[in-house]
């Protein structure tokens, strides 16, 4: 049984890009709820929540990749 080095690389590149969302995502929502008193909190607080969705969603495709790649369907 061969791993798919392809694959295997296409998940990590996703894990990658859901490392920065990650800490980007909690720190909006909470710079957000911080600064209640302007006007931008409910934008901030919505491309924080954006940031954390797209990370749980980078995370579970990357590993859904990586197992395609190693245990070839």
Request: aromatic fraction near 14%.
């Amino acid at each position: 049984m061969a791993t798919n080095k392809q694959l295997l690389g296409k998940g990590i590149k996703y894990l990658t890009g859901a490392l920065p969302l990650m800490f980007l995502g909690p720190s909006l929502i909470y710079n957000a709820f911080m600064n209640q008193h302007t006007n931008w909190h409910y934008l901030v607080l919505g491309i924080g929540i954006a940031a954390c969705l797209a990370s749980m969603f980078l995370i579970f495709y990357g590993l859904k990749t990586i197992m395609k790649g190693i245990f070839n369907d």
